[in-house]
């Protein structure tokens, strides 16, 4: 797989290859151009960024990339092998509102816990066994309790809920069975205050949204399956009272200010392939559709959103997050990869 960073920057304060960038637009500005800035190979299908670090899945193994300069990233260090190849990562702190403290990563069967406290070796602390082969995890605190909770997309097994406050010594919270196979897990506590929804898509079609505010006894809240074109197991995100599904070809638009009474408002063409991973952040959706077809969405206005930027990958790419930009940087940053080797720097 390689990683790409890409660079999204609009005109006015001069940058490499000559693009410039507006320092005193608003966030909401339209990305103008898209850069590629640095790339890595290996075998990867999972990726996490925070900061000026990247975490991917490489085989058996996490790796963990210095990406402070995104034109030249190099490896800080790497895990021992796990169990299985490393098809999902997650992030997060044991004390709220501190850098990340620990990293989740799915292995087949087993979701691995690793402290971040030595950036050159990531390492294992706890471990759990899962009843099924994950597919997607988020993991999230509540923050009315201060528990931190893994929540994976446990193909049929459904919603998979694992207490994980204590790293060392994860433990089952709960499971919600879908019908089909759970595929991408989303998390949502800001829509509707003191709850927390988890929104799963399921390879049946359909779109399940679960009251996950008690982790321990999830309730369904809803299940949409109004996809024109069949949903097919899509990618999911939710920001700001809007869940983006992605299906065959298409990205839906779904207000969930009420998650009990989802309603379609809108949907936009991206692809003539099956949009498999979406990441939402400010106002824009990103959006990858098998195979290489990389679109980044301007959503600032839900009902009439449009493609923005086009990239194309040019190969197979398997996944894709979103963060802040190293060294304050006033562009921020996509990582992606896709298909090929991994070269030591």
């Not at 403290?101 to 950036?119: E, I, M, Q």
């Not at 074109?229 to 070809?249: E, F, K, M, P």
Request: hydrophobic content about 40%; glycine content about 8%; charged content about 15%.
């Amino acid at each position: 797989m390689i990683l790409l960073v890409v660079l999204f920057l609009n005109p006015a304060i001069p940058v490499a290859n000559g693009v410039t960038f507006h320092r005193d637009e608003p966030p909401q500005s339209q990305p103008q151009s898209l850069v590629l800035a640095g790339q890595l190979t290996g075998d990867v299908v999972a990726v996490a960024v925070h900061g000026p670090r990247a975490y991917l899945g490489l085989g058996l193994r996490v790796v963990v990339l210095d990406i402070s300069h995104p034109a030249t990233p190099w490896i800080l260090g790497r895990s021992d092998p796990l169990s299985g190849a490393v098809t999902g990562l997650a992030l997060a702190s044991t004390t709220e509102g501190l850098a990340p403290t620990h990293l989740y990563a799915l292995s087949g069967t087993d979701l691995h816990v690793l402290a971040l406290n030595n950036p050159t070796y990531p390492m294992p602390v706890g471990s759990f066994r899962l009843p099924a082969v994950a597919e997607d995890i988020v993991v999230a605190r509540v923050v009315t309790t201060g528990r931190i909770y893994a929540y994976t997309a446990a193909g049929m097994q459904g919603l998979y809920i694992i207490d994980v406050t204590d790293p060392i010594h994860p433990v089952t919270a709960s499971a919600f069975d879908t019908p089909g196979v759970a595929w991408r897990v989303a998390v949502d506590a800001t829509t509707v205050p003191g709850r927390t929804y988890a929104y799963v898509t399921d390879r049946l079609h359909y779109l399940y949204i679960v009251d996950v505010t008690d982790p321990n006894h999830p309730v369904r809240a809803a299940t949409y399956s109004g996809f024109a074109d069949g949903l097919r197991a899509g990618g999911i995100a939710v920001a700001n009272g809007y869940a983006y599904v992605g299906t065959i070809s298409k990205v839906f638009i779904l207000d969930v200010t009420n998650p009990e009474r989802p309603r379609e408002i809108w949907y936009t063409l991206t692809t003539e392939h099956l949009v498999a991973r979406l990441v939402a952040t400010g106002h824009y959706l990103f959006a990858y559709g098998d195979p290489g077809d990389f679109r980044i969405i301007n959503v600032a206005d839900p009902r009439n959103p449009f493609v923005s930027r086009r990239y194309d990958t040019r190969g197979e790419s398997l996944n894709v997050a979103a963060g802040p930009p190293p060294l304050g940087q006033d562009p921020f940053g996509l990582y992606r990869e896709r298909q090929s080797r991994l070269a030591d720097r």
